[in-house]
């Protein structure tokens, strides 16, 4: 069984920053560096968005074209943790935010959320204006 659970989501005030994390475990979870983790979000009456993705070894990330520039994806493979770093918050970042993961062999189609295999279930994050 694989789990993701994600933190540190919260209210912030437009133009402020917030740390989410995203903590992987589970007996078959054996090696967190194998997995690309992905982070993706979900306003209400919308549908899923990609927010960003890092490879297993984290030396690839990729961003959603609204959050370039602003988020930074990272990871500690010693602790099984994948953060988002959010900054310059606006009110249309607030969602419920998702981390996802699924092998890293799988090397294309970062932003598709029908090819993660793992999801947890969100961290709410709410921007005011």
């Known amino acids: 069984q694989v789990q993701l659970t994600e933190s540190g989501g919260g209210l912030v005030q437009a133009g402020g920053s917030l740390r989410v994390s995203c903590a992987a475990s589970?007996?078959?979870?054996?090696?967190?560096?194998?997995?690309?983790m992905g982070w993706f979000r979900q306003a209400p009456g919308k549908d899923r968005e990609f927010v960003a993705a890092i490879s297993g070894s984290g030396g690839f990330t990729t961003y959603g074209d609204s959050v370039t520039g602003r988020f930074t994806v990272s990871r500690d493979n010693a602790k099984n943790t994948v953060y988002l770093q959010m900054n310059s918050l606006k009110p249309e970042d607030t969602a419920l935010y998702y981390c996802?993961?699924?092998?890293?062999?799988?090397?294309?189609?970062?932003?598709?959320?029908?090819?993660?295999?793992?999801w947890g279930q969100g961290t709410q994050v709410t921007v005011s204006s």
């Open positions: 996802a993961a699924r092998s890293d062999r799988f090397a294309s189609a970062w932003s598709a959320p029908l090819t993660y295999d793992y």
């Open positions: 589970g007996r078959t979870f054996s090696t967190f560096s194998t997995y690309t």
